[in-house]
């Protein structure tokens, strides 16, 4: 069984920044993929940002691209997301989640992590 574990989360104010973490463990394959998601209250779950495994090829929601860094360590399984220039409307629970093929819906949830920006 896989597990994801985001950490990371917290307070920050705008302008600030926070780094999240995303630890896969468990009986692990190969992801081929692993994504960021935010959920802020009364609103559905959005993607933030994606990176492959393999050669490293980012994807990013408009609102955060060149604010947020998303990177991969293959040493340790863990995904990253930085987060700079934070604004009150980044404000949400953070998920991150992986796939195990590029065209396969992500398998694997984390169980999220709460990021509060005040302005």
């Known amino acids: 069984q896989v597990q994801l574990v985001e950490s990371g989360g917290g307070l920050a104010q705008a302008g600030g920044s926070l780094r999240l973490s995303c630890a896969t463990s468990?009986?692990?394959?190969?992801?081929?993929?692993t994504g960021w998601f935010r959920q802020a209250p009364g609103k559905e779950r959005d993607f933030v940002a994606a990176?492959?495994?393999?050669?490293?090829?980012?994807y990013y929601a408009p609102s955060v691209r060149g604010r947020f860094t998303i990177s991969a360590d293959n040493t340790n399984n863990t995904v990253y997301l930085q987060m700079s220039n934070l604004k009150p409307e980044d404000t949400a629970v953070y998920y991150c989640?992986?796939?195990?093929?590029?065209?396969?819906?992500?398998?694997?949830w984390g169980q999220g992590t709460q990021v509060t920006v005040s302005s």
């Open positions: 468990g009986r692990t394959f190969s992801s081929a993929l």
């Open positions: 989640a992986r796939k195990i093929t590029l065209t396969s819906p992500y398998n694997d």
């Open positions: 990176i492959r495994w393999s050669g490293g090829v980012t």
